[in-house]
């Protein structure tokens, strides 16, 4: 069956989605461009490692070894940890936290309890209120309008990298070429995708999805590729 994940809950406070995969057998992916910061926690051989992760600004082929098992949280945007922020971890370029010998995290000077794919929301409240992870509550306004009233551009532009990892005009292009591959495997056209994606045609769709996805429309449309973890 190789890779296998699901969605363990769904949007809740600083959280997207709590997630969890598994591998039975040795596999292959294509781990696509993505704007949200998160956690992750791999359990492989008997040991738990806890990532910090990035944005991606790219796909990248990953693999995966045989009874690996996976869960973790992605945050929404403008949540992140300042001691971590987000572009120091961006493509792949994740912190693993020191863990102790009975599997405790450490973290901010403290010992955390290792979470389970059911209570990884409980563990990043906690964070949240012990001040480790922050919420910047302007970047939902200046994802949409670039801008915040008496705000400087440039004041408001290094804001939202600082809490982000990404420029604003970089994370619309992955979000559309997100959209544009859910399209896809929804039965939608490639002419249509590249219409209704904004596209100024299909190399430019095609060029995106390779660069992003990880795979041309045509690969995305036919199925029998995994793309995110």
């Known amino acids: 069956m190789g890779l296998s994940n699901r969605v363990v809950s769904g949007p809740a406070g600083p ?10 057998s040795p596999t292959d992916f294509s781990s696509i461009a993505s704007v949200n910061p998160g956690i992750g926690f ?12 990035g944005p991606a600004t790219k796909a990248s082929t990953l693999s995966c070894p045989r009874d690996a098992e996976y869960f973790g949280a992605d945050f929404r945007l403008g949540a992140y940890l300042p001691m971590f922020p987000p572009a120091r971890l961006a493509n792949l370029q994740d912190v693993v936290l020191p863990t102790l010998p009975d599997g405790r995290i450490l973290l901010g000077g403290r010992a955390w309890e290792m979470p389970t794919p059911q209570n990884v929301d409980v563990f990043i409240n906690r964070l949240e209120r012990a001040g480790l992870l922050v919420l910047d509550p302007l970047i939902e306004e200046l994802r949409h309008d670039g801008a915040v009233r008496g705000m400087p551009k440039r004041t408001a532009q290094s804001r939202f ?9 970089k994370l619309q292009v992955i ?36 660069q992003l996805i990880g795979h041309t429309p045509a690969e995305v ?9």
């Open 175 to 210: 979000e559309r070429a997100r959209h544009a591959a859910r399209l896809l495997r929804a039965g939608a056209a490639i002419a249509d995708v590249v219409f209704g994606a904004g596209y100024h045609d299909q190399p430019h769709l095609t060029r995106s999805l390779r």
């Open 221 to 229: 449309v036919r199925g029998g590729v995994f793309l995110a973890l």
């Open 42 to 53: 791999a359990r492989v051989g008997g040991t738990t490692t806890v990532h910090l992760r």
């Open 161 to 169: 990298v600082r809490a982000v990892g990404l420029s604003r005009r």
């Open 15 to 24: 959280l997207v989605r709590v997630w969890a995969a598994e591998c039975d």
